[in-house]
Every structure is written in structure tokens, then in C-alpha cells.
């Protein structure tokens, strides 16, 4: 059996119009021969009806009474809709397909309700769909524990649905289909001229993900590094191909770009903190961020000096981040409303004078750096929020990204 997952993400649901895509693609490929596992995500964005988020307001007014284990129930409603409509759409289309939850699918998670991580994936039923010649539509960002309670995966987890079954089933492909057409240069909704990959590795996609390119969960990326399956992400809307990401150096020559700098990526809605010893106070750098540790605030952006330390945090941390430090007699000094800015690239490593263009292309567009830091392959620099949109152009710019 040749099997490959398509996974399907919530514009591509969320109306009948685009539900005539989806099924586009699956008789395509269910044409071509393959058995088809086709992973779906909860219909629509922010706002629709069964919407995660929308799932949520039904009991915002009830503050936190509702424990994580029947959050999980609430939040897994959206995906199980999906599924059972688009079913019944394929069904209406003549080609024959059965939908399973996740638990149904086999996915076996940890009992970590909220962000559950898979622990194995039992295939035996997806297997015997498969071969009864059906369609198998899961449930995306689901799983169950042994003792049969549904968990959800946590954020990205309908990516990292279809790359674990990908993986146990051997899948010769793992295909993300979303709303625009393959992984960009960067965030189209930001940089209007951004364009797809061709081909990438799976490490550098991994890194654009972690540093804040929305387009696939990096855990997602991960599982199918180590599975060694390719995956592409395209449009639901065409039939461009998209990014394919793989190691396989056959496909390496089919990429036309040769450039120090394959993206740039961006984390908004961060504070810096600045703090610093004064009289007498030694292990400054200890104590802060064990402090931050051990009130589970995490940290980024991390420079150490001799006499204290500049890190970030996320916003929502920000408040209590300052009143552990002040609690600690120090005097910290809190810049909120500031963005990670990342320019990634697997050929920058040993390259001179990246730095500099970065700096040119922020001094050009008057844009001050707060702070900056680098890697063999990612230069990192913070700016102020409003500056985050023209910073991002002007390195796309900078970097030829366009062309
Ligand atoms: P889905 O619901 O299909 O999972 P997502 O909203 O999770 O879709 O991901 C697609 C979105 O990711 C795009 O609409 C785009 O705005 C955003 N995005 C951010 N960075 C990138 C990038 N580098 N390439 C492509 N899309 C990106
Ligand atoms: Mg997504």
C-alpha cells in the first residue's frame, strides 16, 4: 500500500466553497493510487462557529472552573465536526470514507491534558480502513490516554497529528495543505512580496517554525525529520506544488536559490528586561534566572554581562517577571511591546558581513535595535513592536528575498 497523509487546516474547511478543493485534492491523489489518511483541523479562524477559540467562549464566563481534563472534551468538538462533515461530503462525492477520532486513530498521548504529547501510535485501524479501499478522515490535534479520555496536543497539534501517523504508517509523503503556498520567504500577511521555497531542509523549516513562522508546527517538522518523510506545504486553493521540505540531496538541485538567507521570521508581543547588580549584590545572573525558572516564566533572548543580564519574556509574563526580580531587591527595567526579528539561514554559517547588512538595512528604515544576537544560522535582533512590519520589508529587501 502507498499511503500518504494530507492534512487539511481550518480555512481550508471552513466553507463549502473550500470544501470543493479539499475534495479536489483527495480524488486527485486517491486517483493516483494512493490510500488516503486525511487529517483535519477545526473549521475556520478566530470568530467561526466551531472554531477552537469560539469553543471557548461558551464557558469564558465561568472563570477557570473547568479543569483541564473536560476542557479537553470542549476543545476537541471542533475537529470531530470536521470530520463528520467531511465525511459526509465525500461520501456525497461517491468516494467512499470513514471518519475517526483521534483515540480511534490510534493516537495514544500521555495524560498531559491541554498538551499532551503522543507516546505511540497504534495503526491497526487506520490500517484496516485503508485496506477496506476507504478514505480515513481523523480528527487532527487529538489523541486519547490508555484509559480512553481524549487529550488535545496543544498548539500546532493537528501538524504533528498527521506527521506522527505519517511516521507510523510509513507514509511516502506527508502533504500540510493551508491557506497560502508553501512555506514564504516570510508572513505574506506582512510582507506582501514574500515567495515560496522550493525545496528546504527539515532543519531549517524547524528553525523558521521556532522562531515564529506560523505555517507549521516545528514539532511537527521534527517528527518527520526523524521519520525521514518528506512533507510538502501547498495551497488548498491551487495546485501549485508548495515547499517541499526533505534532506534527500536528489531534489537539492531543484532548488534555485543559493542564498546566505532563506527567511525571516518574527515573534511579537515581547518585553525586555533589563537588570542590573548594584552595592553588594553578587550571582546576579544566578538569581535571576533561577528566580524566572522557578515561577515557570520563560526566557529568551539572553545576553549576560558582567554586571547583570538583558533577556526577554513573553508580555503576558512581563508583570510578574518584574515583581520576582523586585522581590529579589533588584531594580529591573521592563521595555514592553517589542518583537523577535529572525533572519535564518542554513548559508550564513562563516559568511562576513551579514551583520552589517542587517544593521544597514534597520539604520536605512531609521529603525533602532534594542538588541541582537546570532548563530551559525539565525541572526536574532529586537525592535520596538510598530518598527516590527518595516523592519521585516526591508531585510526581505535587504536580502533579495523577492527575486
Ligand atoms: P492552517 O489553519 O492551515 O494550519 P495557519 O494559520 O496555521 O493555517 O498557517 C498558515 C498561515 O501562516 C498563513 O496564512 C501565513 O499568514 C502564516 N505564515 C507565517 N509565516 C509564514 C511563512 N514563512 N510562510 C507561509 N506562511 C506563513
Ligand atoms: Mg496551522
Known sequence: MRILVQKFGGTSLATEQAREFVIRHIARERDRGYALVVVVSAMGREGDPYATDTLLKMIASNGDSLPAREKDLLLGCGEIISTAVLVSKLRSEGINASGLTGGAAGVITDSTFGSARIVEVRTEALIETLQRGDVAVVAGFQGRTENSELTTLGRGGSDTSATALGAALRAERVDIYTDVNGILTAD?????????????????????????????????????????????????FSEDEGTLVTDDRTFAGTSVRDKHVTGIAHVAGVTQISVYAREGQVDVQLQVFQSMARHGISVDFINVTPGGAVYTVFDRDAEKAVQVLEKLGYIPNAVSGCAKVSVIGGGMNGVPGIMARIVEALSEASIPILQSADSNTTIWVLVRQENMADALRALHTKFELHL
Open 188 to 236: 505574506p500577511r506582512i510582507v506582501s512580496e514574500a515567495k515560496p521555497l522550493t525545496v528546504v531542509g527539515y532543519a531549517e523549516i524547524c528553525n523558521m517554525a521556532r522562531q515564529g513562522a506560523k505555517v507549521i508546527h516545528p514539532r511537527a517538522v521534527e517528527i518527520a525529520q526523524q521519520a525521514r518523510i518528506p512533507l510538502r506545504v501547498r495551497s488548498t
